[in-house]
């Protein structure tokens, strides 16, 4: 996990997928992983819902299930698609400002971050048919 990751960037990634559609958590947590690395904490977003709930941003109820027992289904309040967004617009300042940080710092003679995904890798994709980066080797490796 990254020192710099986004604090409570959970709560606008649950936003965002409720303002998409209503659901339940499980189908939240699948959705989830392409936008938040959370490392598939199901107990996370249950905590951030149950919490979003008591601030008025999302509403749940019980619903029947035709292949087992009733879920409860989440969706959005008009109070949280305000909060996503004011969030968006947060979001968008970082975004901007991280662009002008690593255009500065790849400006500067011989720096590049470690790690930094700069090249497809042509020997084979990822069973859903993807491809593959691979990172790009570390200086002082000895490679």
């Known amino acids: 996990m990254s020192e710099l990751e ?12 409720l303002r998409e559609q209503d659901d339940h958590g499980y189908g939240l947590v699948a959705r989830l992983r392409p936008l938040h ?4 904490d199901a107990g996370g977003v249950y905590r951030a819902l149950r919490g979003m ?3 008025g941003l999302v509403l749940s109820e019980w619903q029947a299930s035709d ?12 109070e949280g698609r305000a909060a996503l967004d004011a969030q968006a617009v947060e979001l968008a300042n970082v975004h901007m400002t991280l662009h002008v940080f690593m255009d500065r ?6 720096h590049r971050p470690r790690g930094v995904m700069t090249h497809v890798d042509d020997r084979g ?5 993807g491809v593959r980066a ?8 000895g490679h």
Do not use: K, M, S
């Open 67 to 78: 292949v087992g027992p009733a879920r409860r289904t989440y969706r959005i309040t008009p």
């Open 6 to 17: 986004p604090r409570n960037f959970l709560q606008p990634c649950l936003l965002l997928l």
């Open 37 to 40: 690395d959370g490392e598939g």
């Open 125 to 129: 994709a990822g069973r859903d048919g």
């Open 105 to 110: 710092y790849e400006r500067l003679p011989g």
């Open 53 to 55: 709930e008591r601030h």
């Open 134 to 141: 691979t990172p790009r080797p570390r200086r002082g490796a």
